[in-house]
């Protein structure tokens, strides 16, 4: 952020903007590069508490089958029973159950996420990166953050050997945030 603000006055409740937001991921692939990808059918609620910051909330579920990696035979196969299983399990979920400060704009937002059923606690970092009104009249907030999970903790364990050693997927994925959320009107 380039400017201080006061966190005050992002206090009120706000819904994701799918489009203008990401909510991707990275993982190495065959050991020699990074695919990333991203869910494009995203939705989720936030409670800010700009001078409280502990008393913040938020939930955010994902659509499994807008899973996006540019390439529709992975797509299709990231699909499946190997992977996100969508036919039984069509959506991610995100629930915070605490927001720390770290810094005057840094937070750790720590919260359960299932995945094909499994829930699992993690620990995002997030960043505030602005606020402002769009022209439109909306108050737009920005944030930044990331985590890195083993996936094998959901249950997502296929994989193939390679012939030259290691593995085609790797276990550990960096999830990674950039979110635009429009603050609500009181009442709406």
């Known amino acids: 952020m380039t400017e ?30 990074k695919v990333r990808g991203q ?5 989720g609620e936030i ?17 499994t089958a807008s899973i996006n990696t540019q390439q529709e035979d992975r797509d299709s196969h990231l699909r499946t029973g190997d992977f996100f299983d969508v036919e039984n399990h069509p959506e991610i979920t995100f629930r915070s159950r605490s927001v720390q400060p770290k810094g005057s704009d840094t937070f750790t937002v720590s919260g359960d996420l299932t995945i094909r059923g499994s829930t699992n606690p993690v620990d995002f ?8 009104k769009d022209p439109f009249g909306n ?11 083993n996936r094998k903790d959901w249950g997502l364990s296929w994989n193939a050997a390679l012939e030259t050693g290691g593995w085609l997927v790797s276990d550990k994925i960096t999830i990674e945030l950039d979110v635009s959320a429009i603050k609500l009107e009181p009442g709406s």
Not at 39 to 43: G, H, L, N, Y
């Open 125 to 132: 970092d997030l960043e505030f990166t602005g606020l402002a």
């Open 139 to 149: 108050l737009r907030a920005g944030f930044e953050g990331s985590t890195t999970i």
């Open 47 to 63: 409670h800010i508490d700009g001078h409280n910051p502990a008393d913040s909330s938020g939930t955010v579920r994902i659509k």
């Open 39 to 43: 869910f494009t059918d995203v939705e």
């Open 4 to 33: 201080a603000t006061d966190l005050g006055q992002l206090t009120g409740d706000y819904t994701i903007d799918a489009a203008h937001s990401r909510l991707g991921f990275v993982a190495r692939h065959a050991m020699v590069t």
